[in-house]
């Protein structure tokens, strides 16, 4: 998939009017997921993606705190200026292609690696053992 055809399948996906949303859509969630995500997985979806969305994954340092599904959404909605319901649509927009290009088996690792919360943003359930 090139980068003009992921941007073309978030802007459907996320119902958006422009393509500059779409793409101001996929850098922001994309610089979120690149600084809560390291490790081999990283590197494993970084070359999986297009070249341009590979480098705004990279291109973040990854923090050492690790933020729930809820508390990602709620820290870029912080930083983006959105609200948590329009937060939470585009993550979901942008992860549901991400999820699509990494495949089932890599986006089992990457769930693997990251707090609970994260497999519904990519358009997963989650499940969870009983106690």
């Known amino acids: ?4 055809q992921m941007l073309e399948r978030v802007r459907y996906d996320g119902a958006y009017p ?6 101001e859509t996929l850098r ?5 997921l690149g600084r809560r995500l390291a490790g081999q997985e990283r590197a494993e979806l970084a070359a999986r993606l297009p070249r ?4 705004i994954l990279t291109a973040q340092t990854p923090e050492s705190d690790r933020l729930t599904g809820w508390a990602f959404v709620k820290d870029l909605a912080v930083r983006t200026g959105g609200t948590l319901a ?15 290009l990494a495949g ?3 986006l089992d690792r990457v769930l693997a690696r990251l707090p609970s919360g994260y497999a519904i943003l990519f358009g997963r359930a989650e499940l969870v ?3």
């Open 1 to 4: 998939m090139s980068y003009a």
């Open 18 to 23: 422009t393509w500059e949303r779409a793409e």
């Open 28 to 32: 922001d969630v994309l610089a979120a």
């Open 52 to 55: 341009e969305a590979s480098a």
């Open 86 to 100: 329009t937060t939470r649509w585009d993550v979901g927009s942008v992860l549901g292609v991400v999820a699509h």
């Open 104 to 106: 089932p088996e890599l």
């Open 129 to 131: 053992q009983a106690a």
